[in-house]
């Protein structure tokens, strides 16, 4: 079975910029969490998405928001990209929306100059 | 809600010793208890899970935790550190039931001394 894929692997973009990051969960997961990772805060919980709903959100500005589509891939937007948003982009599926393991994607690397 | 707390940003052990890394909880109901490991430029890899089965969890790669409510306490050991378990490592939370979202602790570096 074919792992979580996460594209692109690494972005260089501009302040003030918006960018798109994809997530494609293993097949038959429906639930599809994001979380940022930077040096200073760790990892943090940004939102998941189960059956193309929100189910659970973090503590980000609303530059920061994401959809579901129905085979279950998962998009991520940030608009308005600040110096700050550089981090690792990180994206986790499970079968179900509660108790079972997350696993990850490799991660998409951001870079915003 | 749920937290978890990891002791120690960095750990530091010699290859053959002891690694032992600390995980503490806190939930208002039993909950489901993870280790993950992450190498560099990599996703976190899951080494092992508790969720209420046996307190002892036997994971991958050498690695074993156990679950103790009274101490509310998850800590990861293994017997004899190797080079390659030199990574980041993270503990998490999870309550059960629903939509229930998964917490991460701050992440413990393993360094590991030739």
């Known amino acids: 079975k074919a792992g979580v894929t996460q594209t692109p692997r690494y972005l260089i973009k501009t302040r003030g910029q918006q960018v798109t990051l994809s997530c494609s969960p293993i097949s038959g997961h429906r639930s599809v969490s994001w979380y940022q990772q930077t040096p200073g805060q760790g990892l943090q919980f940004l939102f998941e998405?189960?059956?193309?709903?929100?189910?659970n959100k973090g503590n980000f500005p609303g530059r920061f928001s994401g959809r579901q589509f129905s085979n279950s891939r998962s998009e991520m937007n940030v608009s308005t990209l600040e110096l700050g948003d550089s981090a690792l982009y990180l994206c986790?599926?499970?079968?179900?929306?509660?108790?079972?393991?997350?696993?990850f994607g490799p991660g998409t690397r951001l870079t915003v100059l | 809600a749920q937290s978890v707390t990891q002791l120690g940003s960095h750990v530091s052990v010699s290859e053959g010793a002891l690694v032992l890394l600390r995980c503490n909880y806190s939930s208002s109901v039993p909950p489901y208890l993870f280790w993950y490991v992450q190498y560099p430029n990599q996703g976190l890899q899951l080494l092992l899970k508790y969720t209420s089965a046996a307190t002892l969890v036997k994971g991958i790669n050498g690695f074993e935790a156990e679950f103790k409510k009274s101490e509310t306490s998850f800590h990861l050991t293994k017997p004899s550190a190797h080079m390659s378990d030199a990574a980041e490592y993270f503990c998490a939370v999870s309550l059960t039931g629903g939509y229930q979202k998964v917490t991460f602790g701050t992440g413990t570096k393993l360094q590991v001394i030739p």
């Open positions: 998405y189960f059956s193309e709903t929100q189910r």
């Open positions: 986790a599926s499970r079968p179900l929306a509660g108790g079972a393991e997350q696993f």
